[in-house]
């Protein structure tokens, strides 16, 4: 059976959206944050709850609304989360007033309280005999933190260009959170307690100083704990810069004690040649952690031409590239969810959401399978979704797909959602439907979900393959008849000859089609046709001894008249030589005495068998001496059996005798 299409929810806010994070514990929760800026024409800052509980329809929980007098919200993730409530992180620049007095409280913190958790079917609707709890929660600020270096600059610009916390982990470990500048004369990566509600600057695990000019397009971080509990707190963290990608390892344990972050360069863009007129460079815009051995980059190609994925191992070589479509010019944000695997299962699938600058999302999806040494990696395509909103997409945000504990039997269908946002203040949930693999799985055990793509019905496969296979063999026989039409097999229908230069038309035309002075193909098939009927007709005719003198005649008369040219045509032309049983397959030329005193040249055929009287006199084209072949070309360019243009290469293989006499009688059985 397949599976259903994609399910699509939008809803339109009351401000331009930047940032979008789902709740990792229930995905029935989206948090979205944005807004006008400082002093922007009456559109405020906000902090919104979504309920995406339904596939088709978005509804608001409660609003944050933030002062007016501070910037939007740039940058947005979950930190805690509960059944009742949560507490989430968000990018926030302070006013200029407190930016230019060197104050900037840029990392802030909320508190949510959710509501009352309603049932929910297995389709992921509400179900009708429940009805939704009025909401009377609360939401407040817990703090606000100032992480980066003040800055020195005339012009304060700086803003959290980048939030990124590391994955809860199964043992509620400690998690580690980075934030990145944007627009800072120097940027600037910093790294923070992120299990904490209030981070402050005593939660500083690490701090990066980039090089002038340069600011860290993303960021992600993979925890280092193994399944037996080593490596606890150890995290890995990658950055890239436009041209650059580095990686480092922070201990959660140890706090900022001011040393230099110690970085590692594992690859970077070439420069074009030097003598190249465009010196522009692939920039690099996001990038995922898929193991803590192996990235995935996404990079927009120079001049808007394109985009496409790399898979990157740490230690710096790129293993697979993967294109995007051509109608994707450029990319602007990417999201990657890992789909658990289960302890049965061969296949590690995380699924990837790429946005274009044409408003597109690109779903696909990296398979590696696990039981090969050298971790064999596939990207499989998912759909493609144009126009999901009015203009430019500024996030995308999976939610996290938690394994269920259940045997397959007893659990409901799956799904993963996908969430976007615009400055067009719209914001779109798609449902991707997940199943299970293998399908059944093994009784009694949670299954393994993997995200496939969404297939035809039947009928429409059936209908849709059919098509093809008409249309293609509509095409060959077009192609056929043309052919066939230009070497001159066939009547004209299509006018095919007319399509052709006149050296291609010669070129193709062969052998159907001769130069002027040669007979076509269908009077030379005609000419052998007739003479065959003729010697059949004698053959018959003395079979039965009938005294057809008159006709026997007239069929001699016209076997003679074919001279050395007619014979060497129909040698070529491959067609059997021989007319009847008593006829030869060899070409002789002779030369003997005619009336007058004069001299005549004649071609007959010979059987190999006959025997040949003066042999030393009847001798095959290339067995003559030079003197000799000189003085046959210009009996045979005088009688008009022969010219120089046609080169001697016809000649090979013909009998030449200068006796009337030359070839004897036929040895009968």
Known sequence: MAPPLLSCAKITLTYPLYAADFDPQNSDFLLVGGGGGEGRSGVGNKITLLNTSKRSELSEIVDINLSRDEDSVTSLAYAQSTEQWATAFAGINSSTAEQQRGRNEHLRSFLLEYPPRRKIRGDGEDSEREKATEYKGETKALGKASLFTPSTAKTKETFQRVLRLSKKTK???????????????????????ADTSRPGPNDIRGRIKLEEKQEAADVDIIGLEGDDGQQEGKFRVAYCTDYEVYVTDIDYNKKDNGAEQSIQNIHGTPHPDAFASNKARPKFRCLRFLTPTLLLLLQ??????????????????????????????????????????????????????????????????????????????????????????????????????????????????????????SIANTCVV??????????????????????????????TQNTISTLVALLAIAIGAFFLQAFTEIRGGTPEYLGAKGWLSKPIHDWIARPYMFEDGYLSAASSHAKITSEAVKTSLSAASEAVQTPLEAVHSATVKAQK??????????????????????????????????????????????????????????RRWEELKEHEKETWKKRLVDAGEWTVAEGEAVLKGVLFSGLANAVGGIANA
């Open 171 to 193: 043992n509620n470990g400690p998690r580690l959170g980075a934030v990145a500048t944007g627009l800072a004369p120097v940027g600037e990566i910093v790294f923070f307690a």
């Open 300 to 421: 927009n190609k120079v001049n808007s031409k394109g985009a496409e994925l790399l898979l990157l191992e740490i230690s710096g070589v790129i293993t697979v590239r993967k294109s995007l479509s051509k109608k994707i010019k450029s990319a602007t944000a990417m999201s990657v969810a890992l789909l658990p695997t289960a302890s049965y299962s061969q296949i590690d699938q995380h699924a990837i959401a790429v946005a274009g600058a044409d408003s597109s999302i690109t779903v696909l999806t990296v398979d590696r399978l696990t039981s090969s040494p050298y971790g064999k990696v596939k990207f499989r395509p998912h759909s493609s979704l144009p126009s999901v909103h009015p203009t430019s997409i500024t996030s995308l945000a999976f939610s996290t797909f938690n394994l269920p504990v259940t045997p397959w039997s007893t659990t409901p269908p799956q799904y993963l959602k996908l969430a976007s946002t």
């Open 561 to 618: 008249k074919l001279g050395l040219r007619d014979l060497l045509k129909r040698r070529d032309m491959g067609s059997d030589t021989s007319d009847s049983g008593n006829e030869g397959t060899d070409i002789i030329v002779k030369h003997s005495p005619a009336e007058g005193g004069e001299t005549a040249l004649s071609a007959e055929l010979r059987n190999p068998n006959e025997v040949i009287e003066s042999e030393h006199k009847a």
């Open 430 to 459: 798609h449902t991707l439907p997940l199943t299970p693999h293998p399908s059944p799985p093994p009784k009694d055990q949670p299954a393994h979900y993997l995200l496939k793509a969404p297939v035809r019905s039947s009928v």
